[in-house]
């Protein structure tokens, strides 16, 4: 079955619809313009983000001089790869030099950042085209928040409900094809989890393999940068210029990067897959259950080999997450509790001052109960190659401040990969009540992210949920 | 006989290995001396007699076949009693462990039998390597062989004693804050701590995970290079060992230093916390010996021993508590005063201040590696000659500052070797540091420093002591 | 910090001393509190601690 990169598409009347694997031949043999493409992404932006409120920040004439350049230097025969005149957004924690992150917080002086995180690098570098920095959750954490400087973005599918988070705008603004391929990060979900409400494909990829320098920090031993796309085969592209090591980046993995674009065979016949019923089975709403059992199915017949498996509970892992987390966090942003706590959005300051009374001994207990659980997940991969599961227990959540998730709070399925640190995605399969996303998770092994690109590569190919796309409406102005 | 246990393990192998020396009539020179002597010094707490005859024989059968399996195949050795040995008591010298029996022995432990080593017994320790010299803990405190009233220092004092006494040629002790260095040094021998992560820690009863280290203490340099052969290399079992390719240790002792480019601290040694006169002295002669040698000395720039001491102080605390906080909140009375004085103030310390000590260590490690990449090796005092033994204020683990504790927080290879006699007899010590896994340049130096002093020819005079 | 502070300190640790364990933990304390007031705080945020989690350290030891 064939799922060509160089597809030859003619029609460029839309080229926002088109994902990375389309339009990079097309820019390539210069049938399509990298600055058509870019007029055509920041005119859609313009058109319907004020509706959405994915853009803190639209860098326009930025992106116009670099789309000028990118087709200047392919039509000179100088053509960098599969990324070159590809426009991205960047969640606004990643810094990019000359332009401000604002972190979506007051707390942000609003300054230009000095220099560019080392993803920014690699995408530039890549000769990807930069359309602007997206809203977030107060640094990555206090959200979904209505008392920050700038709304939350909403969910293109539908607008009375909201993206997930933490990578809010990322998963939202990939959705709408505003931009075809975005940067999120993820310490506890912040990829997977919008990706799951916005029906896109997330990434957290394998701790350490894409740099976290030039990124504002949540968790330093936990946090992730992921490729945020709306076809697995994009996110191997993205994978392909975004991973590797990074010696300034302390966390960064040392370890040779493959081509993840060559391993999507389409081939999983014989795969070993263990399928994590019992983290969704009874506690995720039905038609989730029966949307993720309905893709172990198909894997199944795929060629898959697919057994059903009980890990411990989810609420573990959450817990052990959230005692690492809270004592780094409040470390992170001390400075500001202790000076200036009415600048924090409400949510943020509540999720890091419980970390004041924290002590080491706990922290380190944390850590130590991280090896356990660590240890315990990753040892499945000796008898499995892949880990499903679902990729949020409930679907998008009400855009309304006044919502409380009581029954979500605390229990999070992303999570035990994320303490884990290996690669996990979502993927999109199918749509539920209120015409919202639903989604699945596949896992591997430290660096196989190959394994869990082939197998959501494997799924996509037989399904055509990336083929729907969301109707945007214009809105008012903000 | 009188010499066999003056050997150095280079010796007493090249013996073994041409059949001139029985590793029978070797053991038997040790167990009879530290069965004649040790009573002055209190160095072993368990002493595995039958059990290193038994490995002997065996030792001796194999090698008369087939020849050594290793250059340290028939030597006797002896391990402080943090090292697990498998049906052997471990006590780290606490009530609280005096009636532990492993079930498994330590990853060095294996390697030292797999080597067809002679295990001697258990060396005393601090408790759990960190609260000494005490006298109120399973055991009494080991003593310096070069004056049984002075201290080996610690915590691996008995390690130490023990081949300055001449009661073993090889032994293993641990370093978290100059634990194995400052024995080497009191004692007047030689300790490693090498690059951390290059031995692995499992089975080693820990004192504090992100400072510990394994490493040996003998009589040379060659003797050490010998035990790391044996000792290094990667363990998945140990999170923090690292991957590296192991060269060898031996050959690399090729005895050439010409051009090697010295760093000293002066920083410390004029500002901060300068040694006495004496050691001073002592500490500029070695390096007169270096310039004789055709080495060049700089003086280097480093950031204050007392943030080196802060953060690593800050860390222990806290990873100490962890460890023992069941205990020290269960039953506090079966610690020692000095070890339980010096981690329960760990329960208090909060999240964020040993993150804070975390990122001071960062910035540390940084820079010290910064420093170590403009010149070959760093040298300075390892520390005071020994002092009496007797009881210390146990709040001097926090307040005095240490020439050891440096290379802890950066992981850089340490190693002490003596460096002269004091006028009243007690070993006067040199520190040689190198970048990160560059332990065999620091043992070269060690080696050719030692081979052009005369330090290696004095024994400490310890005799049979007549009845009072 | 107050004698009665470091007490209740002491038992949100779950350290419920008899009475003759007070006098060394609050001197061990006062020598502790003492370092951690000289580590610099008030970082940037992302100055990052010496700890770093090493996934594929915990893979299962294959044959």
């Known amino acids: 079955m064939d799922h060509p990169l160089l597809a030859t598409h003619s029609d460029f009347s839309d080229p926002t619809a088109l994902g990375i694997a389309e339009l990079a031949p097309a820019i390539r043999s210069g049938a399509l313009s990298p600055v058509a493409l870019t007029e055509a992404c920041l005119a859609r932006i313009a058109r319907y983000d004020n509706a959405l409120r994915c853009f803190v920040t639209v860098t326009a004439d930025r992106a116009r001089l670099a789309a000028a350049r990118a087709e200047a230097e392919i039509k000179a025969g100088h053509y960098r790869g599969p990324l070159h005149g590809i426009p991205y957004a960047l969640k606004d924690i990643v810094d990019v030099a000359g332009v401000p992150t604002t972190a979506h917080s007051r707390l942000m002086p609003g300054t230009p950042a000095a220099a560019d995180a080392h993803v920014t690098t690699l995408l530039e570098q890549a000769g990807a085209i930069l359309l602007g920095k997206l809203g977030t959750f107060e640094f990555a954490l206090g959200g979904p928040s209505w008392d920050l400087p700038w709304p939350p973005p909403l969910n293109p599918w539908n607008t009375d409900f909201l993206p997930g988070g933490s990578s809010s705008g990322s998963g939202a603004a990939v959705a709408a094809r505003f931009v075809p391929m975005a940067i999120g990060t993820d310490t506890g979900g912040s990829v997977r989890w919008p990706a799951a409400c916005c029906g896109i494909v997330g990434l957290k990829p394998t701790y350490g393999l894409l740099s976290r320098r030039g990124v504002q920090p949540n968790t330093f031993s936990i946090d992730h940068c992921g490729p945020m796309t709306r076809t697995v085969r994009d996110c191997a592209l993205m994978l392909n210029v975004c991973a590797g090591h990074d010696p300034r980046d302390p966390g960064s993995a040392d370890e040779a990067v493959p081509d993840y674009v060559a391993a999507l065979t389409g081939d999983i016949a014989g795969l070993r897959i263990a399928l994590v019923r019992n983290w969704y089975a009874g506690e995720a709403t039905s038609e989730i259950t029966d949307g993720v059992d309905r893709a172990a199915a198909i894997l199944s017949r795929l060629g898959a080999i697919v057994e059903e498996v009980s890990l411990p509970d989810i609420g573990d892992y959450c817990d052990c997450k959230t005692l690492i987390s809270t004592s780094e966090l409040f470390t992170i942003h001390a400075a500001d509790l202790r000076t200036r706590p009415e600048a924090f959005g409400e949510k943020l300051r509540q999720r890091v001052l419980g970390g004041v009374f924290i002590r080491a001994e706990e922290y380190l207990g944390a850590l130590r109960w991280r090896n356990d659980l660590a240890r315990g997940l990753q040892a499945w991969f000796g008898r499995y190659d892949a880990l499903v599961t679902a990729g949020w227990l409930n679907t998008a959540e009400p855009a309304d401040p006044n919502h409380v998730d009581f029954f979500r709070r605390g229990r999070n399925i992303t999570m035990p990969f994320s303490l884990a640190g290996v690669p996990a995605i979502s993927v999109p399969i199918g749509f539920g009540e209120h015409n919202l996303p639903l989604a699945m998770q596949i896992a591997a092994a430290p660096f196989a992210e190959a394994t869990v690109l082939r197998v959501g590569d494997a799924y996509e190919r037989v399904s055509e949920w990336t083929t729907r796309a969301p109707i945007l409406h214009s809105g008012d102005s903000a | ?468 | 910090m107050t004698e009665d502070e470091i007490v209740l300190l002491a038992r949100q640790a779950g350290l419920n001393l008899p009475a003759e364990y007070l006098p060394e933990l609050l001197d061990a304390y006062a020598n502790v509190r003492r370092m951690i007031d000289r580590i610099p705080v008030g970082r940037p945020r992302g100055d990052e601690p010496a700890h770093i989690f090493v996934p594929g350290k915990f893979m299962p030891v294959g044959e």
């Open chain 2, 1 to 468: 006989m009188a010499d066999l246990p003056f050997l150095t393990i280079a010796e007493a192998s090249n013996l073994i290995a041409t059949r001139q020396l029985s590793p029978v009539e070797l053991t038997e020179a040790y167990l009879t001396r530290i069965e004649e002597l040790d009573h002055l010094l209190d160095s072993f707490v368990t002493l595995t007699a039958e059990r290193a005859r038994a490995e002997a024989k065996a030792a001796e059968a194999t090698i008369m076949t087939s020849g050594p399996v290793s250059r340290m195949h028939g030597i006797p050795y002896c391990l402080k009693d943090i090292y697990e040995t498998a049906g052997i008591r471990t006590t780290a010298m606490s009530k609280l462990l005096a009636d532990n029996i492993p079930a498994r022995d330590s990853y060095c432990q294996e390697k030292l039998v797999a080597a067809g080593g002679v295990l001697l017994g258990k060396n005393a320790t601090w408790e759990f390597a960190h609260g000494g010299p005490s006298w109120d803990v399973l055991f009494p405190p080991a003593r310096n062989p070069w004056n049984p009233a002075y201290s080996p220092a610690g915590s691996s004092s008995g390690s130490g004693a023990a081949i300055a006494a001449g009661f073993a040629p090889a032994t293993l002790g641990s370093d978290t804050g100059g634990s194995i260095r400052g024995p080497a040094a009191a004692c007047g021998i030689a300790g490693l701590k090498p690059t951390y992560g290059l031995v692995s820690r499992r089975g080693v009863i820990p004192n504090c995970f992100s400072h510990d280290h394994a490493g040996p203490l003998a009589w040379t340099c060659e003797d050490l290079a010998i035990l790391m052969q044996v000792i290094a290399g990667h363990d998945p079992e140990d999170p923090g060992s690292a991957k590296v390719a192991i060269p060898d240790y031996t050959a690399a002792l090729t005895g050439d230093i010409k051009g090697l480019v010295i760093g000293v601290p002066t920083t410390w040694l004029d500002d901060e916390d300068p040694p006495k006169p004496a050691t001073k002295a002592a500490f500029e002669a070695a390096l007169d010996v270096f310039r004789g040698l055709g080495c060049s000395i700089r003086p280097v720039k480093l950031p204050p021993l007392r943030q080196f001491d802060d953060a690593k102080k800050t860390i222990a605390v806290a990873e100490l508590f962890t460890i023992h906080g069941k205990d020290l909140r269960t039953r506090p009375e079966l610690f020692g005063a000095s070890l339980r004085y010096r981690i329960i103030a760990g329960g208090l310390v909060r999240a964020e201040e040993y993150l804070n000590a975390m990122r001071l260590r960062a910035d540390l490690a940084r820079a010290m590696q910064s420093v170590m990449e403009t010149i070959d090796v760093l040298m300075l005092p390892t520390a005071e000659p020994a002092g009496k033994l007797q009881p210390i204020p146990p709040s001097s683990l926090f307040t005095k500052s240490s020439f050891t504790t440096p290379f802890n927080v950066g992981g850089n290879p340490a190693l002490s070797v003596c460096s002269g006699f004091a006028e009243n007899g007690m070993p006067f010590s040199l520190q040689i540091v190198g970048g990160l896994f560059d332990d065999a340049t620091v043992l070269r130096v060690g080696d050719v420093y030692e081979k052009a002093t005369p330090w290696r020819q004095k024994r400490p005079a310890l005799a049979v002591a007549e009845t009072a």
